[in-house]
Structures are given as structure tokens and as C-alpha cells.
């Protein structure tokens, strides 16, 4: 018979190695690609490969952040985003409140449309947001990519913000009612402030959602100085043949602002992710 | 006389006051409404126009109307059905994978033989995939998977191959190195839920059963499983949705090739519109995704009633 500590000792080191197992599959690209940025090109597919080369070099980072082209994808991809994120949570907190606080007609089919929209396939909006993103006179401008996104990112904002809200006791905003206070007031002073966590939450995912979008920033834009990060990696493609190491370096500096809201909010990330895909 | 005036004026206020209190909830409605009946309604509406017109968006005949044949056409097209089957290949067996690994993970990082500090540790790598946006994971994945790349000169280092493989360039390897990146970019979504759902059973559960004498197999498979159920059913349907949708990455990747052997259904309709210029062949294809996906949405849906009272 194995002692009881014996056997504890073994099941803890197998849990080890197959923790280590698991970062070695989820972390080695992401490390591969911290380690390619710091290369220069001609060591990209250097044989044998190494992993910090001996020829350490920031060149690919300096390539990307003195080139104005460059650095416009990145001024664009904050100001849409953080412009979405805005206008979302606005919109978003509006549209919650209504569904927590109020009963009217056709509150069921509009709060399935909602629902509905995030269903919908972004190609079978393509076709005809073209025509009708043209018409309206935004092609190739911030408002198509600002009102494009919001079509994601607000069914989930309101979807939250009324889950939210119906956690709060009706009292509260009665209370400024009573006061003589308009619904907006008990809204904005009352709801709102105690709201917070789950507003950042959201505010993060849908930050992450427009930081990241492709398939709209690539058609409904055309110009160079229109571009999201996204897109512009992969004009980095196909312009130059292959500067893999400034594509890697802009990479890792477009992956930064989503990595560090991640770590900041984590907490507040996780728990509303996991309530808003499990329990809708 | 004027008492009734005054009565009439009053009711009239009450009624005015009434309307303006029916009002309220859609005024606070309105952006969203507007935004979501131009952006999303009409294009809808217009998508399912275009699919039964010929003729349409850019011609110079006007548009006419055929009916089903638009449908018909598609539906009897031979690479909408390879589309169709790599689509259906890549969803469920990254549904499938997402999910064991998902699992796999979640269960590692909430064994307690592991302090909880090395634990938030492992944790923040094993989330890593997600920052990355789909188009940065597909060039990573193109460096990777190059064919003298750092993943052919570890396989031959290790003996697993003796020869370097074309995994993004080959008819024979493609879909599966697409499925593969796809696996890695989209499992930790389900880890962080299943691990909330794990911390959500109670140990209770689990301390009756050991008193009753049952194995850890056991305890998995009579209490760990039945408790994650509506996780897991409401994950793999989210799932099945976003990963029929995915554009993203196969167009960095493989473009949909060599020779249609990845292409899906969401770059066979890119592809049908904006380089072939076929809008009503491409609308009818856009509507049949539409369909299929409101079907999984309504499970979804009725899952989420079921379980979430």
C-alpha cells in the first residue's frame, strides 16, 4: 500500500505536468511571436530556429512606429473603438432600463429581435450594406464602422444592462420619482453609479469586439488612412514581400490594448462573460 | 357648460399624460430601434429581395424576378455543398475539440492540490488565445505553420515527420491545419465559463458521493457532467453559430484554398459577391446561412427557457 502523502505527491505532480503541457500549447505561439518581433527579417527562418536571437533587435518596432501609414491604423482602430464603446454603453443603458422598468407593448418581439440580431451572420449583412452604407453616404468614413459595430455590440448591452438592472431593487428609483425627479434623473444619479462593475464588463467586451473587427473594416472602407489594425496587418502582407518580423511587432502592439484591459478587468470580465453565454 | 369643458379639458390631460407615460419606455427604445431596423431589418429584408431577383446591384437590365431558382441554383452548386461540408467538418470538430480541452483545462485549474496563486498563473496563459483577434492568430499561424516554419523543424527535430509539410498549402492538410488554429483561438471561452460552472457545484454533491464509495470516474460521470449540462449544451450551440460564421480566419489563412479544399460557406458568399459580382446567387447563399443559424438560435433559445428558471 502507498501512503497516503506518496500518493498525493505523485497525483500533484501529474496535475504539474499536465499544467505545464497546457501552457506549452496555449502560450508557445504567443511566445513565438514576442520572440519573431525582436528578430530582423533575414533571421525569421533561421536554421537552426532560436528563441532569443543572438542579434536582438527592436528595428521591426521601430519600423511600425515611425511609419505615419502604421500608426494611422492605430489612431483609427482607438477612435472607432472607443467611440463604439461609447455610444454603446449609452444606447445600451437606455435600451436596458426601458426592458427592466417598464411594461409596454410589444416588449416580447422587440426584446427577441434583439436577441434575433446576434444570430445574424455578419456576410448576409454584406451584401446589401454596401449598397445601403453608400446611399447613406458613409462609405469609406468612421460612421459606417462606428453604426456597423454598434449592430453587434448592442444586443449584448442591452441583454446585460436589463439582467443588471433587474438585480436592483425598484425602490431605489421610486424613491427619486417620489422626489419629483423624471425618470432620467433616477436613471443617471441612482442606477447607473451602483452599476458600474457591470458596466465596465461590458464596456470591455464590446471594446474588444470593435478592436477586433475585420470583414466590415475591410469592405466598407478603402483608403489607406481608413484602415483598422486588423486590416492593416494584412496590408503589411501583402505590400512588402513579407516583413514578417514588423508584422509580428505590430501584432503584439495591437494585441496590447486588449491584453492590459483584460488583465486590469478581469475579474469584472470574466464573472459578466460567463453570465452573459451561460445564463443569457 | 363649462364644467363639462373643464371635465372634457381634464380627461383630455389625463389621456395626453397616459400616451405620454406609454411613450416613455420607447423613447428610451428609440436609438436602438432606429439602429437595428436600418442596419439590420432592411438589410435583412433586402438581402432576401435580392435572393429571389436576378439582375440585381450591378447590371444595367432591371432587376426581374425568378422566384426559387436562385436557391435552386446554389443549393445543386457544387462548391456550395464542398463549402457546406468543410463548414460543417470545421464546426463540429472545433465544437467537439473546444469542448475537451475547454474541460480539460477547467478541471486542471480548479484542482486544489495546486496552490490558488500557481493556479491564477496558469490561468492567465491558458486564456492567452483570446486577446488575439483573428486576424493577428492567422498570421502567427501562417509563420508557424510555414513551411520552414518553427512547427515542420519541431516535428523533424522530433522525428514526427521526415519531410516538411505544406500545412496551409496542401489540398490533402489544409482544412485540418485550419481546424487546428481554429481549436486554439476558441477554447478558452469555455474554459472560463465551465471553470465558473465547476466552482458553482457544491462539494456536498461530491463528499456524498465518495461516502457511497464511488470512483472518481464516477463522480465525474454521475455529478460533474449532469451539473455542467446546460453549460456545456448552451456553449456548444453559441459555438456551432460563431464558428459557421467564420470569415476571418480562413481568408488570412488559406483564402479559402488551395483549390476550395477550406473554403466555407461565409467566403464562398464573399468570394460569389465581391469578386464574381453574382449579388443575387450570393444574397440566396447569405439567406440560407441566415436560416440555418436562426434555426440553432431558437434550440439555444428554448435551452436558455429551460434551464435559466
Known sequence: M????????????????????GALFAGFPVLWMLSSSFKSNTEIFAYPPSFISDAFTLEAYIAVLTNPEQLRFFF????????????????GILGGYSFSRYDFKFKKSINLIIIGVQAVPPITLM????????????????????????????????????????????????????????SLVALWRVLVPISIPGIVSIGVYTFMLAWNEFLFALTLTKTNDMRTVPVGIQLLMGQHSYEWNQMMAMSVLGSLPVLLLFLIFQRYFIAGMSAGSVKG | MTNISIANTESKNHNWQKTRKKLVPFAYLSPTIALLTVLSLIPIAIVFYYSLMDNVIITRDAPSF????????????????EALSNTLFLTIVSVVAHLIIGLAFAMLLNTEVISPMTRALF??????????????????????LNPNGIINYLLM?????????????????????????????????????LLAGLQGISKDLYEAGTIDGASRIQLFRYITLPQLKPIILSLA???????????????????????????????????LAF?????????????????LSIVVALFYVRNQKATGE
Open chain 1, 76 to 91: 483609427n482602430s482607438y477612435l472607432v473603438s472607443i467611440m463604439v464603446t461609447l455610444f454603446t454603453l449609452v444606447v
Open chain 2, 66 to 81: 425568378v422566384g426559387i431558382s436562385n436557391y435552386v441554383d446554389i443549393i445543386t452548386d457544387s462548391v456550395f455543398l
Open chain 2, 237 to 271: 450551440m453559441l459555438d456551432f453559430i460563431w464558428t459557421t460564421h467564420q470569415f476571418t480566419l480562413i481568408w488570412m489563412t488559406t483564402g479559402g484554398g488551395p483549390i476550395r479544399s477550406t473554403e466555407v460557406l461565409s467566403t464562398f458568399t464573399y468570394k
Open chain 2, 123 to 144: 490561468r492567465v496563459v491558458y486564456i492567452l488565445p483570446w486577446v488575439f483577434t483573428a486576424s493577428i492568430i492567422a498570421i502567427l499561424w501562417r509563420l508557424m
Open chain 2, 157 to 193: 527535430w522530433s522525428n514526427l515527420v521526415s519531410h516538411q509539410i505544406e500545412w496551409l498549402g496542401s489540398r490533402e492538410v489544409a482544412l485540418y491545419a485550419v481546424t487546428f488554429i481554429n481549436i486554439w483561438a476558441g477554447y478558452p471561452f469555455y474554459m472560463v465559463s
Open chain 1, 127 to 182: 451584401i446589401p450594406y454596401f449598397g445601403l452604407i453608400v446611399a447613406l453616404k458613409l462609405y469609406n468614413t468612421y460612421w459606417a464602422l462606428i453604426l456597423t459595430y454598434m449592430v453587434f455590440t448592442l444586443p449584448y448591452a442591452i441583454i446585460m444592462m436589463t439582467g443588471y438592472f433587474n438585480t436592483l431593487p425598484r425602490d431605489l428609483d421610486e424613491a427619486v420619482l417620489i422626489d419629483g425627479g423624471t
Open chain 1, 2 to 21: 502507498m501512503s497516503r502523502s506518496v500518493k498525493y505527491g505523485i497525483t500533484k505532480t501529474l496535475i504539474l505536468i499536465a499544467l505545464m503541457t
Open chain 2, 275 to 291: 469578386s464574381s459580382y453574382k449579388f443575387s446567387l450570393a444574397s440566396a447563399n447569405a439567406f440560407i446561412i441566415l436560416t
